[in-house]
């Protein structure tokens, strides 16, 4: 079965949230990291992918869209291109794997869906993306659950820790250091002096060696 | 194949990190509601359940262990008891199911392990119990790979969003909201006033409505 995948990608001053520990370059080079991650997992499971980019961008692997207008309006443009199946699938999902991205192609529902931590969706497999609609933000677990069943789909919803974890904030670093053996988000964290540590009260978290803030 | 699941658990004063929207009398409630989900599918999984206590507790379907020692020393006394194997489950990841359960016990390899967020441990299977030392708190996840590699063990490492996903903290109730249909501990969250809510970011939280607050 040939599909597109379909990567929202932010190239300039990404991951805000990571402005604590990370300056705005280095959040550019992390993020491209772990876009790299995602990309490598999309083309082992025979995907080909396109990003839909906020500001103009180069891959040699990727297709690229350039989309100004907001993150729906620009997947549900590029949903109603497609004529074959789409995965959607966000670009700061790095512990994913090329044999987890199978588990939801091979789905023998209308669509599979992976929800993210705290009521978010981070990957959407659609057999007909044409009738879909996307609608990020808040809690869109939710609301696409709701827009499939208004589309008349089956769904099957996947049950995956390294899927469901999207890296937003500095606590979130710690899963990659932990779990993301092999990933290239994980090399520039390493590269950047980024370690395990744990606080008083045995809490695990991440630390930074000094000499290697460029902040 | 018979196996006994061990569960840990606090009946006096638990989930001290939920005291900004709990209070004592509430927390405890809540956490008989999250291990009742537990126990519920430790049950439908066809493994005994034996719950060792920090303080005096009855149930129903469960024997009871009332252990005063550390977290490690109770469960180390208590695999040391065991000849048939054994898994070890933490009492505050309701959204666990028999089928998650059975996923872990019909591994091939000598242990099963389920991370939790943030380096932890939240589900340990164990063909040879006795073998094995329990190595809680920090980043436990680590520490277990390393003592399974010590004891010559081969390990499966599971994936699951459910079975990761120990309920700690204010934002983790969202999980039980949004993902925890027909549990225990979402009805308790339910009936006590909770709801989800969005800040105004967009971000996804849960509020109370305030005629529930016995605070």
Redesign the interface.
């Known amino acids: 079965m040939y599909f597109h995948a379909l990567i929202p990608f932010k190239p300039v001053n990404p991951k805000t949230r990571l402005s604590c520990i990370l300056n705005q370059e280095e959040r550019e080079a992390f993020a491209r990291a772990m876009l790299e991650d995602v990309i490598a997992a999309v083309q082992k499971s025979g995907c080909s992918a396109t990003l839909l980019c906020t500001h103009s961008f180069k891959h040699e692997n990727a297709l690229v869209a350039v989309r100004t207008e907001p993150l729906n309006d620009a997947i549900n443009w590029a949903l109603g291109q497609f004529h074959c199946p789409a995965l959607i699938i966000m670009g700061d999902i790095p512990l994913v794997t090329a044999g ?1 991205i199978q588990r939801l192609i091979r789905t023998e529902k209308d669509m599979s869906i ?2 993210g ?4 969706t981070n990957i959407i497999f659609l057999k007909k993306p044409r009738c879909f609609r996307a609608d990020y ?3 869109s ?2 609301d696409h659950m709701r827009i499939a069943e208004e589309c008349g789909f089956s769904v099957e919803v996947i ?7 999207d890296i937003d904030e500095k ?1 979130d670093l ?2 990659i250091l ?2 993301g053996k092999g990933r290239r988000s994980r090399e520039y964290l390493e590269n950047s002096g980024f370690s ?1 540590a ?1 606080d008083e009260k ?3 978290g991440v630390q930074r060696d000094p000499h290697e803030e460029a902040l």
Not at 117 to 120: A, D, E, S, V, Y
């Open positions: 987890d992976v929800p931590r705290g009521g978010g933000y808040g809690a677990f939710l049950d995956s820790f390294r899927m469901s974890t606590e710690v899963e932990i779990h395990i744990l045995g809490r695990v």
